[in-house]
């Protein structure tokens, strides 16, 4: 069964913290490609940050870099991220995706490569 259940999500003001949990069927957590991607209003979903399970190779948009961490928990088939430092311009629904693909060094931040997606959870970010 495919399913991933994102939360952790809610409002704060800039500067504040959040730390989004994607909970992962045992098989979906079996892809060894697992991200957070992000959609705010008017704008393309991108990708913020993956982890290649194999190694734990990490990906970050640069607009989070140095302020936003992914992580995973595998006793607990759970994915995080980490959100510190946050901005107004971050404020946007996050997306938790999974997939299995070909990968050199890092997962890719392109969200056309995933086929497994949560449902979203919202982080608002006021100035």
């Known amino acids: 069964q495919v399913q991933l259940v994102e939360s952790g999500g809610g409002s704060v003001q800039a500067g504040g913290s959040l730390r989004l949990s994607c909970a992962a069927s045992d098989y979906t957590y079996r892809s060894n490609c697992m991200g957070w991607f992000r959609q705010a209003p008017g704008k393309e979903r991108e990708g913020v940050a993956t982890i290649y399970t194999n190694g734990g190779n990490t990906y970050y948009a640069d607009s989070v870099k140095g302020r936003f961490t992914i992580s995973r928990d595998n006793a607990k088939n759970t994915l995080y991220l980490q959100m510190n430092g946050l901005k107004p311009e971050d404020t946007a629904m996050y997306y938790c995706?999974?997939?299995?693909?070909?990968?050199?060094?890092?997962?890719?931040?392109?969200?056309?490569?995933?086929?497994?997606w949560g449902q979203g959870t919202q982080v608002t970010v006021s100035s």
């Open positions: 995706a999974a997939a299995t693909l070909w990968v050199a060094y890092v997962c890719p931040g392109t969200e056309y490569e995933y086929n497994y």
